[in-house]
């Protein structure tokens, strides 16, 4: 028989009958499961405003991205949205700020900054009937990682693994927009100009009733 005495999730001492045993037991310490990774992992980079192959362009300019640990709260993304973007952002939860990348380049970052948790922001100028990538971390026509993009023209599209959301026709040409994600597993959040999008699931027009600007929506599962 073995008996223990635990405190907070730790063991402060344990003993057992008969104590002859007592050198046969080996004790080790909590087994804990790494956090799987949100954004489904692949061997692409990062990539700024175009696809893996370098199509689909960006063709209005792009600013600051900036990549963060964790959800960032409505509160964060409007100081972001309100503040000066020329400004690189520094921060505990800043994994990365890149300051106006072109379209195609990719932004170094780690297999294990997409653990957990991760949100986006980023500054877009939309090019007239804007359609291109804004970030892109996938296969291009495969479901495997992760992109950001203003299709169908003017749009914005957030693909995570087989999750799909859509906010269409809410981006103006020639005008420099803030855009934010948040992506966590069973939530997808998409901010624009520091206020929450109401987004749909992939039909055109879907889950955007006329003048709905400020509401989110929660991915399945």
Aim: proline share 10%; with cysteine; hydrophobic share 40%.
């Amino acid at each position: 028989m073995i008996a223990g005495t635990v405190k907070g999730g730790k063991l402060l001492a344990w003993d057992i009958q008969p104590a002859a045993r007592k050198n046969d037991v080996v004790v080790c310490g909590p087994q804990t499961t790494p956090p799987s990774a949100t954004i489904p992992l692949n061997a692409h980079p990062l990539r700024a405003g175009s696809d893996q192959l370098g199509n689909n362009r960006f063709r209005g300019k792009i600013g600051r991205v900036t990549l963060f640990r964790g959800r960032l709260d409505p509160a964060a993304i409007r100081d972001l949205a309100t503040g000066d973007r020329s400004k690189p952002v520094a921060g505990e939860r800043v994994v990365a700020c890149w300051m106006n990348p072109n379209s195609g380049d990719p932004l170094p970052a780690k297999a294990e900054d997409f653990v957990g948790a991760v949100s986006f922001e980023v500054w877009v100028q939309p090019g007239e009937n804007e359609a291109g990538r804004i970030l892109d971390k996938l296969t291009p026509g495969v479901d495997d990682g992760f992109l950001l993009d203003a299709w169908p023209k003017l749009s914005l599209r957030l693909i995570v693994g087989g999750q799909r959301r859509d906010a269409p026709n809410v981006l103006k040409p020639g005008v420099w927009q803030h855009v934010a994600v948040v992506i966590d597993r069973g939530l997808l959040r998409v901010y624009l100009d520091g206020q929450p999008l109401v987004l749909g699931t992939g039909r055109p027009g879907a889950g955007m009733p006329p003048g709905a600007r400020t509401a989110h929506a929660r991915a399945p599962g």
